[in-house]
Nanobody, 119 residues
């Protein structure tokens, strides 16, 4: 398994930006897929973005395309989520997750970091 620790959440005004970080330790194979998810109060957890440690194709939820960017620093074993043009509806707890491949389920999760966007 992978141990994941998120950071970088906070309070920001609408239109602002935040960068979340997810530090990984343990298994970090090049084939591993790293994902960001979020869960707002009273709502189900939803997919935000994902990419492999090896780079290549990135995937995003439609509502985040053009505003959010996922990236990684292999030397630091850290995945980032750059969030721009934030909206109040982006308020949620953001989680980092990991899985072995595109075809498996996410099996490691971080503790989450709160993002609050004020209007």
């Amino acid at each position: 398994q992978v141990q994941l620790v998120e950071s970088g959440g906070g309070l920001v005004q609408a239109g602002g930006s935040l960068r979340l970080s997810c530090a990984a330790s343990g298994r970090t194979l090049s084939t591993d897929v790293m994902g960001w998810f979020r869960q707002a109060p009273g709502k189900e957890r939803e997919f935000v973005a994902a990419m492999r440690w090896s780079g290549g194709k990135r995937s995003y939820a439609d509502s985040m395309k053009g505003r959010f960017t996922i990236s990684r620093d292999n030397a630091k074993n850290t995945v980032y989520l750059q969030m721009n043009s934030l909206k109040p509806e982006d308020t949620a707890v953001y989680y980092c997750a990991s899985k072995i491949s595109d075809y498996s389920a996410y099996d490691s999760w971080g503790q989450g970091t709160q993002v609050t966007v004020s209007s």
